[in-house]
C-alpha cells in the first residue's frame, strides 16, 4: 500500500522525472511533499509583523516562491532543497510585502536615522556604539529609542532577510538568502559577486558585539523563538525583540559602510 508521503527513494525519482520531462504531476506531488516549509517560512514572518497581516496571505506569497525553487532547483549539484527553497520562499514573501509598501514612512525613517548613526559612530571611534552614544548622537532619550526600536520590530522592518542594498537605493540587491543558496548558475561574474557578498557580510557579524551576534545566531541559524531566546539570555521577549533589531540595524549600518569603502 503506498503511503501519502515519498520515500527518500521515491523523492529523488520525482526530481528526477521532473527535471527530465517537467510533468505537471511530479511537479504537483513535489509541490504539497514541500509545501510544509512555506508554512514555516511564513510563520517565522509573521512573527515580526502586525497583526492585520494576514499570515494566510503570507503563506500565499510564498507559494510562488516555493514553486520558483522547484523549476529552478538542480538537484545534480548536490545541494540541499531544503535550504534553498526557504530563502526562495522567504523572498517571495519579502518581495510582496515590499510591493505593497505596507510599513509607515515615519518608522522607515526612524530606521534610516539609526543607521546612519551606527556608521557615523563607528567611523568616528572604529568601534561599536553605546547605546548612550547613539542617543547622543540621534538626540533622543533612552525611552525614545526603545520606543522606535519596537516599533521598527513590530512591522518587520529589521529583519537578516531584508534587502541588502547594492549600489544604493537604485542599484541591484541581495538577501541573506541568496549567500547561502546555488549561486552557479550565475556564471563567474555572478558567483564571484555572491562570494564577495558572503566575505562581507561575515565580516560585518563579526564586527557585532558578542550578544547581538548571539541573538542573531540563535534566531537566524538555530531557529530559536524570541521567546526561547529570552530564557536563554535571562530577559523578556520584548528586550531580545529590542536587540534583534537594533542588531540588524547595526549590521546593516556595517554592511553598506564596508560596501563604499575604498578597495
Not at 119 to 141: F, G, N, V, Y
Amino acid at each position: 500500500m503506498r503511503t501519502s508521503e515519498p520515500s527518500d527513494i521515491e523523492l529523488q525519482e520525482l526530481w528526477s522525472n521532473y527535471k527530465a520531462e517537467a510533468t505537471a504531476k511530479a511537479r504537483d506531488v513535489l509541490i504539497v511533499h514541500y509545501s510544509p516549509l512555506v508554512k514555516y517560512v511564513a510563520g517565522r514572518v509573521a512573527a515580526g509583523l502586525p497583526q492585520n497581516v494576514e499570515q494566510s496571505d503570507l503563506v500565499s506569497y510564498g507559494m510562488f516562491g516555493l514553486i520558483d525553487a522547484i523549476d529552478k532547483f538542480e538537484p545534480e549539484r548536490g545541494f540541499k532543497f531544503e535550504t534553498y527553497a526557504i530563502a526562495r520562499i522567504k523572498g517571495a514573501i519579502l518581495d510582496e510585502l515590499r510591493s505593497i509598501d505596507w510599513v509607515p514612512r515615519s518608522v522607515r525613517a526612524k530606521a534610516r536615522q539609526i543607521e546612519t548613526a551606527y556608521a557615523k559612530i563607528e567611523a568616528r571611534h572604529h568601534r561599536p556604539p553605546s547605546d548612550e552614544e547613539l542617543m547622543e548622537e540621534l538626540d533622543w532619550t533612552d525611552d525614545q529609542l526603545q520606543t522606535a526600536l519596537m516599533q521598527i520590530s513590530h512591522v518587520g522592518l529589521a529583519a537578516l532577510d531584508e534587502i541588502l542594498s547594492i549600489g544604493g537605493d537604485g542599484g541591484d540587491s541581495i538577501t541573506l538568502g541568496d549567500t547561502i543558496a546555488d549561486t552557479s548558475s550565475h556564471g563567474p561574474m555572478g558567483a564571484f559577486e555572491i562570494a564577495e557578498t558572503r566575505q562581507m557580510l561575515a565580516q560585518a557579524i563579526n564586527g557585532l558585539p558578542e550578544r547581538e551576534k548571539l541573538v542573531l545566531t540563535l534566531y537566524y541559524y538555530e531557529n530559536l523563538t524570541l521567546q526561547e531566546i529570552g530564557r536563554v539570555l535571562g530577559v523578556t521577549e520584548s528586550r531580545v525583540c529590542q536587540i534583534h533589531t537594533k542588531s540588524v540595524l547595526h549590521l546593516r549600518a556595517r554592511f553598506s559602510a564596508l560596501e563604499h569603502e575604498p578597495a
